[in-house]
């Protein structure tokens, strides 16, 4: 299985923006499909992005616009790049791959 850790999260104000980081222990070149998904305290966890090996993109509705996935399959390495951040969007982030999911890096939006 494999071992993933997320990096990038921090304190930003609405408006700011953070690139999140999903380093991969291994190759990522041969999985299809690598997500996104948050969780914010006392909430479910959310479906945020997911990008296939062939580059095909997708986003939930709540982020549409202002985030953007992307992988670099030579690094083993995904980003989710967060514009226009909304105090909505605090929460903790978290890689996923297969079944593997990494400790989450947290996302602060102040006012």
């Known amino acids: 299985q494999v071992q993933l850790v997320e990096s990038g999260g921090g304190l930003v104000q609405a408006g700011g923006s953070l690139r999140l980081s999903c380093a991969a222990s291994?190759?990522?070149?041969?999985?299809?499909?690598m997500h996104w998904y948050r969780q914010a305290p006392g909430k479910e966890r959310e479906w945020v992005a997911t990008i296939t090996r062939g580059g095909v993109t997708e986003y939930a509705g709540s982020v549409k616009g202002r985030f953007t996935i992307s992988r670099d399959d030579a690094k083993n390495t995904v980003h989710l790049q967060m514009n226009s951040l909304k105090p909505e969007d605090t929460a903790t982030y978290y890689c996923?791959?297969?079944?593997?999911w990494g400790q989450g890096t947290q996302v602060t939006v102040s006012t």
């Open positions: 291994g190759s990522i070149s041969m999985i299809n499909a």
């Open positions: 996923c791959a297969l079944s593997a």
